[in-house]
Each structure stands twice: as structure tokens, then as C-alpha cells.
């Protein structure tokens, strides 16, 4: 019968070497038989086989202590990959903001389930739902997207919507897209790990706190660092370098903004309203640029979108102490018009 100090050094002797195949998911100790604890300690593998045979092992780990030979059993846990508890690149119905969506073209983040009237639609960026950027083809949004094997007709959740143009010249002031899905019961108007959204803000001011949730990076948070921020984003080599006009910059000291968080949208860390749109980022992933919500849903007509039977989420008006330039501002109606809104062509 072996104990656990000497599954211990059989384990600590092991690991690294087991671990490396590709079937064994973890290494540990623990009674060799759990109904019948008095039979002593085993090396438990948890992994993709039914018996150590199966992995190409005996059924016992020798190895020498100080001299003196011992021998610990194994047990096998046949167990699946293990990964993080969430996973916002797989495969989800109906469809909740936070996880990937796309299309064909690649993988970006669904940003909030909104609504107009009855109807239902996913807001995301410009570029994650139109293929190429920018263009008016009806393109299929699938989820989860492209760029975590979502395939066309297989994880079609809807179509592009309508979308305000990136100009190539001239100042912009979003990148924002609605995808209507095939049908409203395939989406959910939820939001991962937070659920239900009161609504959204008109505005936000330097030095809040945020929160979101990314494709890529899950569940993070941030603070508002700036405000009225002009910046330059580079959108690869099909697009170019666009310019951005009083934009938000939210910081972190871990990734909150990788390639496929686009679209994701900050809420606000005390009360889960609805704050800021993500777009861009920096390379290490620390910095977020964003604008602020209330722009896309004025610009697109919609509203944060509430379960069945209950009224759109509400538009929480916030004082900006005159004009306070801590603050953002809601876009003037003239602002609102310069926004040019694209209803994609049929097929």
C-alpha cells in the first residue's frame, strides 16, 4: 500500500514527462480506490483513455527513496481536455453578447444584443461583420466565427444588418454594425457572466471603472484613462490607416483588447450599464480604444434589448456637469447625420 508522501515524489518525478502526452491532461495523487480509502494512495492521471495500458504504461510507478524501492499504483480519470470554465469561442445558442461572431472572414466579439421594436440584432464592429470591411455584400454572420471554425449554413445565426461606413478619408467617429439573425429566438438577450442589462449610458468620464467580456481575452477590467481622444488605427493593408475622432482610451494592467475582442462592448463596473464600444487595441493588448455606446445605438436606432415581455433597457441620461470635458458627449443630431448607414445589398 503506498502512501501519499510517496505518490508525491512519484508525481513530482513524472509530471513532466507524462504531461506530455497529448492524451494525459493532468497529474496528481489521491486514493487509489475513493470508496475504500484504507487501500492506500495512487498517482491519479486525469486523461483521454480508459486504463494506463491504453496510455503505454504499467499499472504501478516505481522509483527509489533514499535508497529503498517503492511502488505507486496508477488510477486513470478518463477526462476530456480541460480548459477555462468559459470559453468564448465556442459554439453557443441562443446567442448571448460576449462570445465570438464573425464571419467567414474571421472572428470578432458579439457586443450587445439590441433591439427596435420587436426585432432583435446583434451590434458588433463594422469590421467583424461585414466581409471584406466595409463593403455592402449581405454577409453571413456566423457564430461562432470564421476564425474559431464557424462554417457557413452550419453556424449561420443571421445577416448583416446595416453598418456605418469607415471613411478612408476623413474623420470617423465608429465602427459599428447590427447583424439581424435568422430568427429572434436564436439570440438571447444576455450578457456572459453578467446577464441582463439594465440599459446603457449616455456618457462615462476619466478615471470610471469598467468591465467586459472578449472573445479573446473573457472577463476583464479596465479604467477610463482618456476622453476626447483623437487617435489613428491601423486596419491592415485592404483598409489602411484610419482616423478617429474623440475616442476613449481604456487601460489595464492584463489584456483586454487582442484580435477578436472587437466589438465587445465596457460596461460600467458598479451597475452593468452598457458604456463603450472596443475596436482597437494595442499590441500587448493593455490598452482598449473605444467610443461610446450611446453613439452607435442614436446612429443604428436601437436600443439594449431586454428578456420577453419587458420594455427596451433604459437610456440612463448622465449629467456631464456642463459640458465638463472629463465627460464624453452624446453627438449632436448634425453629428448624427455625418454618419453614413449602409443597408447591405441582397443576393
Given at each position: 500500500?503506498?502512501?501519499?508522501?510517496?505518490?508525491?515524489?512519484?508525481?513530482?518525478?513524472?509530471?513532466?514527462?507524462?504531461?506530455?502526452?497529448?492524451?494525459?491532461?493532468?497529474?496528481?495523487?489521491?486514493?487509489?480506490?475513493?470508496?475504500?480509502?484504507?487501500?492506500?494512495?495512487?498517482?491519479?492521471?486525469?486523461?483521454?483513455a480508459?486504463?494506463?495500458?491504453?496510455?503505454?504504461?504499467?499499472?504501478?510507478?516505481?522509483?527509489?527513496?533514499?535508497?529503498?524501492?517503492?511502488?505507486?499504483?496508477?488510477?486513470?480519470?478518463?477526462?476530456?481536455?480541460?480548459?477555462?470554465?468559459?470559453?468564448?469561442?465556442?459554439?453557443?445558442?441562443?446567442?448571448?453578447?460576449?462570445?465570438?461572431?464573425?464571419?467567414?472572414?474571421?472572428?470578432?466579439?458579439?457586443?450587445?444584443?439590441?433591439?427596435?421594436?420587436?426585432?432583435?440584432?446583434?451590434?458588433s464592429?463594422?469590421?467583424?461583420?461585414?466581409?471584406?470591411?466595409?463593403?455592402?455584400?449581405?454577409?453571413?454572420?456566423?457564430?461562432?466565427g470564421?476564425?474559431?471554425?464557424?462554417?457557413?449554413?452550419?453556424?449561420?445565426?443571421?445577416?448583416?444588418?446595416r453598418?456605418?461606413?469607415?471613411?478612408?478619408n476623413?474623420?470617423?467617429?465608429?465602427?459599428?454594425?447590427?447583424?439581424?439573425?435568422?430568427?429572434?429566438?436564436?439570440?438571447?438577450?444576455?450578457?456572459?457572466?453578467?446577464?441582463?442589462?439594465?440599459?446603457?449610458?449616455?456618457?462615462?468620464?476619466?478615471?470610471?471603472?469598467?468591465?467586459?467580456?472578449?472573445?479573446?481575452?473573457?472577463?476583464?477590467?479596465g479604467?477610463?484613462?482618456?476622453?476626447?481622444?483623437?487617435?489613428?488605427?491601423?486596419y491592415?493593408r485592404?483598409?489602411?490607416?484610419?482616423?478617429?475622432?474623440?475616442?476613449?482610451?481604456?487601460?489595464?494592467?492584463?489584456?483586454?483588447?487582442l484580435?477578436?475582442?472587437?466589438?465587445?462592448?465596457?460596461?460600467?463596473?458598479?451597475?452593468?450599464?452598457?458604456?463603450?464600444?472596443?475596436y482597437?487595441?494595442?499590441?500587448?493588448?493593455?490598452?482598449?480604444?473605444?467610443?461610446?455606446?450611446?453613439?452607435?445605438?442614436?446612429?443604428?436606432?436601437?436600443?439594449?434589448?431586454?428578456?420577453?415581455g419587458?420594455?427596451?433597457?433604459?437610456?440612463?441620461?448622465?449629467?456631464?456637469?456642463?459640458?465638463?470635458?472629463?465627460?464624453?458627449?452624446?453627438?449632436?443630431?448634425?453629428?448624427?447625420?455625418?454618419?453614413?448607414?449602409?443597408?447591405p445589398?441582397?443576393?
Amino acid at each position: 500500500m503506498a502512501t501519499f508522501a510517496e505518490a508525491l515524489v512519484i508525481k513530482e518525478n513524472i509530471a513532466s514527462t507524462v504531461l506530455k502526452n497529448r492524451k494525459v491532461h493532468g497529474v496528481g495523487i489521491g486514493y487509489y480506490d475513493p470508496k475504500h480509502p484504507k487501500k492506500g494512495a495512487a498517482v491519479i492521471l486525469y486523461a483521454n483513455a480508459v486504463s494506463s495500458t491504453a496510455l503505454g504504461l504499467g499499472a504501478k510507478f516505481s522509483s527509489q527513496v533514499k535508497g529503498k524501492p517503492i511502488n505507486v499504483p496508477i488510477r486513470v480519470v478518463k477526462t476530456k481536455k480541460i480548459r477555462s470554465n468559459a470559453s468564448y469561442q465556442d459554439r453557443i445558442r441562443p446567442v448571448v453578447a460576449g462570445y465570438s461572431i464573425g464571419t467567414t472572414g474571421g472572428s470578432g466579439t458579439a457586443g450587445l444584443i439590441v433591439s427596435s421594436g420587436n426585432q432583435l440584432y446583434v451590434l458588433s464592429n463594422n469590421h467583424v461583420l461585414t466581409n471584406p470591411t466595409n463593403s455592402n455584400n449581405r454577409a453571413e454572420t456566423l457564430q461562432p466565427g470564421g476564425a474559431d471554425e464557424g462554417r457557413t449554413v452550419r453556424d449561420r445565426v443571421g445577416h448583416l444588418s446595416r453598418f456605418v461606413t469607415l471613411k478612408t478619408n476623413g474623420t470617423n467617429r465608429i465602427d459599428a454594425a447590427l447583424s439581424r439573425p435568422v430568427r429572434n429566438s436564436i439570440l438571447s438577450p444576455k450578457y456572459a457572466t453578467v446577464g441582463n442589462i439594465p440599459g446603457h449610458v449616455t456618457s462615462y468620464r476619466v478615471g470610471e471603472r469598467f468591465k467586459k467580456v472578449g472573445r479573446t481575452t473573457g472577463l476583464t477590467r479596465g479604467r477610463v484613462d482618456s476622453v476626447n481622444t483623437d487617435v489613428q488605427v491601423d486596419y491592415g493593408r485592404n483598409v489602411g490607416v484610419l482616423s478617429f475622432r474623440n475616442q476613449s482610451i481604456i487601460l489595464s494592467d492584463t489584456p483586454v483588447s487582442l484580435p477578436g475582442d472587437s466589438g465587445s462592448v465596457w460596461l460600467r463596473s458598479a451597475d452593468n450599464f452598457a458604456a463603450a464600444v472596443n475596436y482597437a487595441g494595442t499590441e500587448d493588448g493593455k490598452t482598449s480604444v473605444a467610443f461610446p455606446v450611446d453613439w452607435a445605438l442614436r446612429a443604428l436606432r436601437v436600443r439594449v434589448a431586454r428578456p420577453a415581455g419587458q420594455r427596451a433597457g433604459r437610456v440612463k441620461v448622465v449629467d456631464t456637469h456642463n459640458g465638463n470635458a472629463a465627460y464624453t458627449r452624446r453627438l449632436t443630431p448634425k453629428e448624427l447625420s455625418m454618419l453614413k448607414v449602409i443597408r447591405p445589398k441582397s443576393k
